[in-house]
């Protein structure tokens, strides 16, 4: 009874924070609303407003993907199809932000920073916290689903690989972003607390892919 009131309450909390956050950035939000319910895609998804609206509208259909991936008889179903959902329904939206033009994109020549620390101080808090969201979905839901990851180093080695990616991505194609060692040291470092944090189920589910439970 107290560990069903426990994640009652946890559940309430989550709901009030999303609803709190949504209140903070409707504005932002509505603006984008016309493009994309026009069917303005570049207006849409050209801009950060857009691609978090859009994130927002098509959450039902991410539960529906989970429900329907859970109907598949597998150990753990409910468990391995939210880690699937969570891990590309998380993850993807932000990639497509930091792989997002800037204005002089295929203009002004690739550049890269690879002094570690150097860029940190002109991120601030809001750009420090986005470079720790961008592969927390992955570092959460990863350990989960699959028992290959389900360690700390490899979870690291999963945040340093995919941000390397990026970067290099961003470099290549001139989107006129900085290829900064920083965004990797942040963005591994935001898979690793979020790998941290789900701990307690990615350790019991690597065991239980091992045993056959």
Known sequence: MKQYAGRTAALGL???MLVSALYVVRKPLLMSAPNCLSGNWRGCLGNENGVVLMVLVLLP???LVVWALAQIPRP???RMSLAEVGMVYGTLPWIWLTLMPGPGAGIVPGRVSLVPLRDLATMGPIGIGGNLLVLAALGFFGPIRFAAVATVPRIIALGVGCS????VSQYV?????????????????GALLAGLASRRWWRRERVALFTGA
């Open 61 to 63: 259909v991410a539960g």
């Open 164 to 167: 390397i990616l990026i970067e």
């Open 14 to 16: 989550v709901l009030v």
């Open 173 to 189: 194609f001139q989107l006129d972003r900085v290829s900064s060692v920083d965004d990797v040291l942040v963005n591994a470092t």
């Open 76 to 78: 753990a179903a409910w």
